[in-house]
């Protein structure tokens, strides 16, 4: 708990290993991505091990839809012994290979690996969400001085990507209904 900032007393570095830039400063979010919009499940200024917010995120988004997902793509950092046996209980699937020895069957083999590689399909959106928000939603560039209005503009900045997938698909349906209803009525509409 040293401080490193004393405008901003609640930042702590964060240890990430990246070439560029090895330690960083800032929050630490969990975000789930369902259907292209964006849920902010966790947000600390400490540095911690985020695979044990993913029990969490499962809870959560069976408390937000009724049912537990059918899978989960997930990096490898959640893919923990823990982790997994809850994913095996309740019948959703882990995202990556499992545990435990190939299987002795190259047809078997083949499988898993093109499953493993749709998971890592998969988890392509919640990265560029993360990048979306950085280049375009100012994440990157936080000004406020309190953990508190941080935190609300971290929220506001996923707030917006929401609203903006969500009015996106909105007027993708408006303009497609309006599109059908002068076309049955004989005007000629052209792209």
């Known amino acids: 708990d040293r401080i490193v900032s004393i405008s901003q007393p609640h930042v702590r570095p964060i240890k990430r290993g990246k070439a560029g830039a090895p330690t960083e400063f800032g929050a630490k979010i969990s975000v789930s991505l369902i259907d292209g919009l964006s849920f902010v499940d966790r947000i600390s200024w400490d540095a911690y091990n985020e695979s044990a917010d993913l029990i969490e995120q499962i809870e959560a988004y069976r408390s937000r839809f009724g049912c537990y997902p059918q899978s989960v793509h997930a990096d490898k950092i959640y893919r923990t012994r823990a982790n997994r046996k809850f994913c095996k209980k309740y019948g959703i699937r882990l995202s990556g290979p499992p545990l435990g020895r190939p299987p002795a069957s190259a047809e078997k083999q083949q499988e ?80």
């Open 112 to 191: 898993i690996k093109e499953q493993t590689r749709q998971d890592e399909l998969d988890r392509i959106p919640i990265e560029g969400k993360f990048g979306q928000g950085k280049r375009r939603y100012s994440l990157s560039r936080i000004m406020t001085k309190l953990s508190h209005t941080s935190e609300t503009a971290i929220m506001l900045s996923f707030l917006v990507m929401n609203l903006k997938r969500w009015l996106a698909t909105l007027l993708f349906f408006v303009f497609h209904r309006a599109r059908e209803l002068l076309t049955r009525r004989g005007f000629c509409i052209a792209l």
